[in-house]
């Protein structure tokens, strides 16, 4: 059983490019939790999807940042117009139902230059 | 807003002594405090997690204890090896706000040989 899986592991954009994360959450899980952590710091709640719904975006910038969870396929979570404050490795993580137990993913470490 | 305070930031223990970290939280509605170990350049690792029915919660060397009335929860390492060093980060949930993990801001533990 095959769990959270991240894609890619390594990412360098320049200054302006697009960035696109991919998640794949472990089998049977509908939930979806995208995380951020700065170097040295803790990690940050973005967004919480379940399969085609944004349930909570509270954490995501309002600008530049979006997530999305389709029927079929990974969460994506796209950053337009990289600044290099959004250097970080972002985590993805799923859970089986709200309030149990996530799974992290090993993350994608996005370096913009 | 919900907050989870963790502290301290750093501690150093000799090998076969014990660590404790402890953290509170803001958010009464918060049932659900799980414990993540991460070492450096990986993804978050669950290592014990307790519920807001329980005080206590033992797995071999690990120990944590919560005060739902105080809004406190602690992490205890009994018998410190090695391989425990990592940062280790404290965390809330709550399932009135869509099961996002606010986490604390981490301790750094070395053990020292």
């Known amino acids: 059983n095959a769990g959270v899986m991240q894609n890619p592991r390594h990412l360098v954009r320049r200054r302006g490019q697009e960035a696109r994360l991919r998640c794949s959450p472990m089998k049977g899980h509908s939930h979806v939790y995208w995380y951020r952590q700065l170097p040295e710091e803790g990690l940050k709640f973005m967004v919480y999807l379940q399969k085609e719904n944004i349930i909570d975006e509270s954490g995501m910038p309002k600008e530049r940042f979006s997530a999305e969870f389709p029927k079929e396929g990974p969460s994506i979570l796209r950053i337009q117009q990289v600044v290099r404050g959004d250097s970080a490795a972002y985590f993805c993580?799923?859970?089986?139902?709200?309030?149990?137990?996530?799974?992290f993913g090993p993350g994608t470490r996005l370096t913009v230059l | 807003g919900e907050n989870v305070e963790q502290h301290p930031s750093t501690l150093s223990v000799q090998e076969g002594d014990s660590a404790v970290i402890k953290c509170t939280y803001s958010?009464?509605?918060?049932?659900?405090f799980p414990w993540y170990k991460q070492e450096l350049g990986k993804r978050p690792q669950l290592i014990i997690d307790?519920?807001?029915?329980?005080g206590e919660k033992k797995d071999q060397r690990i120990a944590v204890t919560l005060n739902k009335t105080a809004k406190h929860f602690s992490l205890h390492i009994t018998e410190t090896q090695p391989e425990d060093s990592a940062v280790y980060f404290c965390?809330?949930?709550?399932?009135?706000?869509?099961?996002?993990?606010?986490f604390g801001s981490g301790t750094r533990l070395s053990i020292r040989p």
């Open positions: 958010d009464s509605a918060s049932n659900y």
């Open positions: 965390a809330a949930i709550s399932i009135s706000s869509a099961s996002k993990i606010i």
């Open positions: 993580a799923s859970s089986l139902y709200q309030g149990n137990e996530q799974f």
């Open positions: 307790i519920r807001s029915n329980v």
